[in-house]
């Protein structure tokens, strides 16, 4: 990151952003990234052979822009420990290597005398570890650290016998309890409490471990707010050195946007041969700014099995859950549309009856985007909820109750939702893509506004923010796709316009 770069990005265009699943994990990858300072525009770059070193180099950057760019936006962002399945191939290994480095080391100090060479390969590291954790001008406690822990020392007294191995591991967990954070204070003490040196020096390395991911995330949570601030142009800056080292790096993206255009294209062609006398020249007179906000409309209805465009991979998590929340939404909403069009009458005085429907839907609509889910059963479900609380409506009233071929009517078309084409499906469909293009409430999803608000705005923070970073990028696409007779040059520094 440079300290002369200047974002305009807001940052609590990020504070929106949803948390991952995403719970996608980093291992301990380093948090340094490239200070070197870059043009923010990118520049086209000409075909060449790309060599495995540049393509790791790529790979590199590519990394970094994801790691800095999760960070950023994912308030919730942390690393987290944990182990492989025991029950896994490579968790078998790692418990049949460990246990026989174990056994060895608590044989050798078993032996008589002592033999001491694995025990102090195991200070030499832990004394690197505890050094690791030392902040700048910290004299005082690594002199100290480095004068007990001194490995030269410790082998003359093992050539001795004079090792007080004991006193060593006391005092590295004396230091560690100086050193960690509060919440390992409970660690601490149960490695005072632990008699076994073997068992205690293995418990030592656990603890050390848990204290390295603490203080990756007390970096990560001290670099947010600075990455926030100049987002926009390290992203732009990494992406560029991602598109230098592979030329392709837009491919997928360029082949994004061309659909969009081809779609605007067939939309134009439509009208042109409705209206005589219309300008053939279709490309001309479409909008770059508006292929790009329907390039962007496509991600709610993607296959996230396919990969998607490279400029956006960033957040495809985050997309990819909107996604599946607008399906979620969507199917409430039809819902609620076929329960109002043919028992309307029956529930036009119970109060906040959508928000029945909804309590009703959410739950049985829980993991719908997964290949096990049964959506026809769960809508099945849903249908017969749905007659039951309005027949409990109607008998708490005095009012006859539904009668079967009404219920069987009811359940029959909220399970026919799934169906290809399905009309009502289609309406709701429909208006949902136009309330996410124009952000405002639209007839018919008043039942599910405050959630649409919600991913709306999530949407729109993810979209903004990608068209400030990526927009120059973009502009050279829609520049060769819409006037392929015009030079290609630098893209121009300003981002297509909402």
């Not at 670099?223 to 592979?246: A, G, H, I």
């Not at 957040?315 to 199917?331: G, H, P, S, T, V």
Request: negative net charge.
């Amino acid at each position: 990151l440079n300290d002369d770069q200047n974002s305009d990005s807001d940052s609590s265009r990020h504070s929106e952003s949803t948390a991952s699943s995403s719970d996608s994990e980093y291992s301990r990858q380093s948090f340094n990234s490239d200070s070197s300072s870059k043009p923010s525009s990118p520049a086209s770059s000409p075909p060449k052979v790309i060599t495995f070193d540049e393509l790791m180099a790529a790979a590199r950057n590519l990394t970094d822009l994801t790691l800095a760019h999760e960070i950023a936006v994912n308030a919730n962002f942390c690393i987290k420990h944990e182990d492989l399945p025991q029950n896994s191939f490579a968790g078998k290994v790692k418990q049949i290597v460990h246990k026989a480095f174990w056994d060895l080391l608590e044989s050798e100090l078993n032996e008589d005398p002592p033999e001491y060479d694995h025990a102090i390969k195991l200070f030499e590291e832990i004394k690197e570890i505890l050094l690791s954790f030392l902040t700048p001008g910290a004299n005082r406690i690594h002199n100290q650290i480095c004068e007990v822990l001194d490995t030269d020392l410790i082998r003359q007294q093992a050539e001795h016998n004079a090792v007080d191995i004991h006193g060593l591991a006391n005092y590295i967990i004396n230091t560690m309890g100086k050193l960690c954070a509060p919440i390992r204070d409970n660690d601490i003490k149960q490695l005072k409490a632990t008699d076994n040196i073997v068992e205690l020096l293995r418990e030592i390395f656990r603890v050390l471990d848990l204290m390295k991911m603490d203080m990756a995330n007390y970096t990560i949570q001290n670099l947010r707010p600075y990455l926030q601030r100049n987002l926009v142009d390290y992203e732009r800056t990494k992406f560029q050195e991602v598109l230098e080292e592979t030329p392709s790096a837009l491919d997928l993206t360029t082949e994004w946007i061309k659909e969009s255009i081809e779609d605007e294209l067939s939309s134009v062609s439509d009208e042109s041969s409705s209206s005589p006398g219309a300008d053939s020249s279709s490309k001309r007179i479409i909008s770059p700014t508006l292929v790009l906000n329907n390039s962007y409309l496509k991600l709610l209805q993607w296959d996230y099995r396919k990969t998607i465009p490279e400029t956006l991979i960033t957040d495809e998590a985050r997309l990819q859950e909107l996604r599946e929340k607008l399906n979620q939404l969507k199917i409430i909403a039809c819902v609620c549309l076929i329960t109002n069009n043919m028992v309307g009458a029956a529930i036009v005085d119970v109060p906040d009856f959508g928000d029945e429907l909804k309590r009703i839907s959410v739950p049985l609509l829980e993991g719908m985007n997964k290949k096990t889910f049964d959506l026809k059963e769960a809508l099945n479900a849903i249908g017969v909820q749905i007659c039951s609380e309005v027949n409990r409506s109607l008998t708490e009233r005095g009012l006859p109750t539904l009668n079967e071929e009404i219920q069987s009517n009811l359940i029959g078309q909220i399970t026919h939702i799934v169906e290809e084409n399905n009309p009502i499906s289609s309406l709701i469909d429909k208006r949902i893509q136009f309330f996410m293009r124009s952000l405002l409430a639209l007839r018919g999803l008043s039942v599910i506004q405050t959630e649409m608000e919600f991913v709306g705005s999530q949407y729109a923070s993810i979209v903004n923010f990608n068209k400030q970073v990526y927009g120059p990028f973009y502009a050279n696409i829609l520049r060769k796709l819409l006037f392929p007779e015009e030079p290609m040059g630098k893209a121009e520094t300003e981002t297509p316009s909402n």
